[in-house]
């Protein structure tokens, strides 16, 4: 693959660090929807679904811009053969839905600036939080079988 196994391991170890910080992410996105926080749960669950992909593309090496938006380069796993077919069909909506979090998220930072309230995200928010909790639990699943093909042969 053209990684020495330090490097391998050092991508892997930081992306877990990401993966962590988006499981917090996550959690204070449950705590922001019972709290009615609307706007609060629509910028964790994007930060989560963020750091998620990102944690992917951190363990194979992948570089991309520091941007909130990275559909992009996470559209380019469809291409790394150490995806799996389960991940590889996901990525399309994986990062469709990093797009529509993202403008949200956006709205739900500045809103205030365009005089929208919380209640403009109450609808949104639930929807928000589970895009957010699937990205990233199917992206720990595959950092963990990414982590056992690289060392586990």
């Known amino acids: 693959m053209g990684r020495s196994e330090n490097n ?4 892997l170890r930081i992306a877990k660090k990401a993966q962590q910080r988006a ?15 609307w706007n609060d749960v629509v910028y964790s669950a994007q930060m989560a ?4 992909m990102k944690s992917i593309l951190l363990a194979l090496g992948v570089t991309y811009k520091r941007v909130h938006d990275i559909s992009i380069p996470f559209r380019l796993l469809l291409n790394k053969e150490v995806i799996s077919e389960t991940f590889r069909q996901k990525i399309p909506q994986f990062a ?8 949200e998220r956006h709205l739900a930072g500045y809103g205030f600036e365009e005089d929208l309230d919380e209640d403009h995200f109450k609808e949104y ?5 589970l895009k957010g909790r699937e990205i990233h639990n199917v992206c720990v699943e595959e ?9 586990d042969k």
Request: aromatic residues 8%.
């Open 125 to 129: 928010a639930p929807q928000s939080l």
């Open 23 to 37: 499981a917090d992410w996550i959690r204070n996105a449950e705590v922001a929807l019972e709290e009615n926080r």
């Open 96 to 103: 469709e839905n990093l797009v529509q979090l993202t403008h």
């Open 8 to 11: 391998t391991k050092k991508y």
């Open 143 to 151: 950092l963990t079988r990414i982590e056992k093909v690289f060392f």
């Open 49 to 52: 679904a963020e750091q998620s």
